[in-house]
């Protein structure tokens, strides 16, 4: 549906933009350290059509928050509806951490027939939500920085299209962006957006476009094929003019998500660490450009080549993937041979471990670069349990939270407890409780005495 039919019909009445709540009106409790506020859906020109969440994660004893970290969904109900959930997640939570960002997760009410690009195109009105949003949570929150602090977008199909778009209208806030299965308009096409225009500010913000093998890739048949011809011309565009960015094909799916986390998170944290400033209100700093690599574009899917510090690089340039360091570059061609990022070191131990009766409940950090998959409970010194027992995720290594097909946690929400059902009564027990990355690595802990 072409987009200024779908706002006639929206503003008309037509469509039930107005009224859309159902599905999105069951999410897990926004209590600090979250918060949450929802916009109704507008009729004023320029504004969203459509209702919408956003959720927020500051994580606890920060001060003066550095920037945010936001996890934008794709198109349709179930995809936006998965946006409730977002900023829940304890592996992108790990990363907002680190940087002392917080973590943004919208959610745009979407029926499932109204037309995406009423919010994925910023211009649409989500761009100014977004930003009243981070005013608005900034005031509710104690934290009036929110609404001048830089922005690291991870976007997923319609998301893609998001925050690619908000990297051309916005690259003096923006860290970095990731591009998941979704690009931007940068040549005009019959009944869709008009294009964006490339900006030399917009062609020093990192992005890397992000999508599966059988996304076009290799097989130009499914209803996806789509995808890999607009991700190939946009990147070919934007790095044609210097720009720095990057292609990471997944060699195991098709628009899932499947495992990139593994190095969407790696490659954020390269980005912000990089160009975060330390002065609250102060430029992003440039990418240092003497630590870059540089490989061509695996475009067929199939062979991978190793990646070349920038300076050694002896093809074309314009035309090579760019890549922000060394250790990204090892991480990017592990993920593009079988996604498995490898990761040598242990997940945080858990902390905060609390006996009543035979109820255990306890607090535990993701491990940033392989999140958590399980935790060992062990009673007396022997393993008397695994929570959870089989941890799950369709698509991809299994997790503690186990996880959607927009790379959100379902609900109801994995919680960190276990209760003892074969304690002996009156008998005082010494637990302790392991963590186990998604790695298979296992961290330390001491016993409750």
Not at 20 to 29: E, G, S
Not at 371 to 381: H, M, N, V
Request: charged content about 20%; some cysteine; aromatic content about 8%.
């Amino acid at each position: 549906m072409h987009r200024f039919l779908a706002l006639f019909l929206a503003l008309s009445g037509t469509l039930p933009l107005l009224a859309q709540r159902t599905p999105y009106d069951v999410f897990p409790a926004a209590e600090p350290p979250y918060h949450r506020i929802r916009y109704d859906a507008s009729t004023e020109p320029g504004r969203l059509t459509f209702a919408a969440n956003f959720t927020l994660w500051i994580p606890p004893g920060v001060r003066t928050v550095r920037g945010v970290i936001v996890h934008q969904h794709g198109c349709g109900e179930g995809s936006c509806k998965s946006g409730l959930t977002g900023a829940y997640d304890l592996h992108w939570q790990a990363l907002a951490r680190k940087h002392q960002c917080a973590l943004l997760s919208p959610s745009y009410e979407q029926p499932e027939s109204a037309e995406c690009q009423l919010w994925c195109d910023p211009r649409n009105g989500s761009d100014e939500a977004f930003q009243r949003a981070l005013s608005d949570l900034g005031a509710q929150s104690g934290h009036p920085e929110l609404a001048r602090v830089p922005w690291a977008l991870w976007g997923h199909s319609g998301g893609g299209f998001w925050a690619g778009g908000m990297v051309l209208l916005h690259p003096d806030r923006i860290v970095a962006a990731w591009l998941r299965s979704g690009v931007p308009p940068i040549q005009q096409t019959d009944g869709r957006p008009a294009p964006y225009s490339i900006s030399e500010a917009s062609c020093q913000v990192p992005v890397m476009c992000n999508l599966g093998v059988k996304e076009g890739v290799s097989d130009r048949t499914n209803r996806f094929a789509g995808v890999w011809p607009g991700v190939e011309r946009y990147f070919k565009t934007l790095r044609s003019r210097g720009a720095l960015i990057g292609v990471s094909i997944d060699p195991l799916t098709s628009h899932e998500c499947g495992n990139q986390r593994y190095l969407a998170i790696l490659w954020l944290d390269a980005c912000l660490t990089a160009r975060l400033p330390q002065r609250a209100g102060a430029a992003l700093k440039p990418m240092p450009a003497a630590a870059a690599y540089l490989v061509p574009i695996n475009a067929n899917g199939t062979a991978v080549l190793s990646p070349v510090p920038a300076a050694k690089y002896a093809g074309k340039r314009e035309e090579a993937v760019w890549l922000p360091n060394r250790e990204i570059a090892h991480a990017w061609e592990d993920y593009s041979r079988n996604t498995m990022v490898q990761d040598r070191t242990p997940p945080p131990a858990p902390k905060n471990l609390r006996v009543k009766g035979n109820q255990l409940t306890w607090e535990a950090d993701a491990d940033l670069e392989s999140g958590l998959a399980q935790f060992l409970i062990e009673r007396d010194g022997q393993v008397v349990a695994r929570v959870p027992e089989s941890p799950k995720n369709p698509f991809g290594r299994p997790l503690f939270q186990n996880l959607q097909y927009s790379d959100t946690p379902p609900q109801p929400l994995a919680a960190m407890k276990y209760t003892d059902t074969t304690a002996v009564p009156g008998t005082r027990h010494q637990y302790r409780v392991i963590a186990i990355n998604t790695a298979g690595l296992q961290s330390a802990s001491k016993p409750r005495r």
